[in-house]
């Protein structure tokens, strides 16, 4: 019993070491001495599960399966998951940003901040809701592109990065699937934040 745990635990480990971050273009030396950056969600093409079904065909595929099982429980999970966006993914990125660059580095990164000169574009790409089951369990992904651009002029773009399978796990359980692809966000504010730090000059 000891050594199944074990190996799961290890294949758990394994799979969060997955997550791929890229730059495909530009730097991030415009970045020192901006005390602001706007940030733009967008979720527009986002596909999920491993069928990569647009978003419309999830939210009524998945509360009409759970509304046969109870009545009441699909409605109650699609208000939940159509909020998740702005109650749980978006914090936990712009907090994991913010941990790395406002205390050390005086920039902020918030949502609604026209007057910035540059923007950060966080387009969601695909999501993998991932599952927990108790004893086993299996993290959430969360592919994402991440584009900075001149606020004024978006298609002035200074770098673009490609963030895949970012994972979302935390310690103990979580049967929440909008929690577990909240832990995938943070995991992608803290691996672009260190990529910046690590890639910009003057930090």
Known sequence: MKNSITILLFCIAALGYSQKMKIQEGNFDF???????????VYDDMKLLKKNIPQDQYIQEHS?????????????????????????????FLELMNRYFYDDHGIAFKENVPEAKYTLIVETIWVYPGWDAGVMKQPAKVTTNLKFV?????????AEVSSENAPGDQWGSSFSNEDRLGEGYAKTGKSFARLILKKAKRF
């Open 31 to 41: 970045l020192p001495g901006q005390n602001e950056i706007n940030v733009e969600f």
């Open 150 to 158: 001149e606020t004024s002029n978006n298609d002035n773009v200074l």
């Open 64 to 92: 009409a399966e759970l509304e046969e099982k109870s009545p009441g429980k699909g409605e109650a999970w699609k208000k939940k998951w159509v909020s998740a966006p702005e109650l749980i993914w978006q914090p936990k």
